[in-house]
């Protein structure tokens, strides 16, 4: 199986998009380490009304959600098959999940986009969940970054321990 996967991350028509594939595996692996660090240093994060920071956990669900958001909105977007990510755990079962789910999102962000143009990547730009817009390159380049900004963020809280 990970021949076959290797394979298909060669065989990329964009390798623009090749790359930010790869970038987000690493991303988001990196956040889940850190986040576990956090967790095992018992890092409580700044108070806020916005459930998705209510908790560590709640943090992960939502990177981890969000994960698999981007790519079935670029599946949807692009007119692909829907990649078959599963929905991420919940809040209260990610702690057992976390490790498994991260696999499996990521299994399945490898292949969708292999066999899309470059010129896909840029035009038309399309209006996200979230009202903002953004060709799939961008959607791509916000996804990567996603996991960034919350590793920093949780890197910022331990260094302050």
Known sequence: MEKAMDKVMHNYKYGGARALVLL???HLRALLLTWKEAK???VTLPTTSDPSFASLNALLQHNLAAARGYMTWMC????LADPEINEAPSVETIDEQADSYLEHVLERWRIPLADIEEERFYRPAYTSRWGSEYCIDGM???AVMHPVRHEF???NLLDDL
């Open 40 to 42: 095992a240093a018992n």
């Open 24 to 26: 987000h595996e690493r």
């Open 76 to 79: 949807e977007k692009l007119n």
């Open 140 to 142: 791509l380049e916000h």
């Open 153 to 155: 963020q949780l890197r």
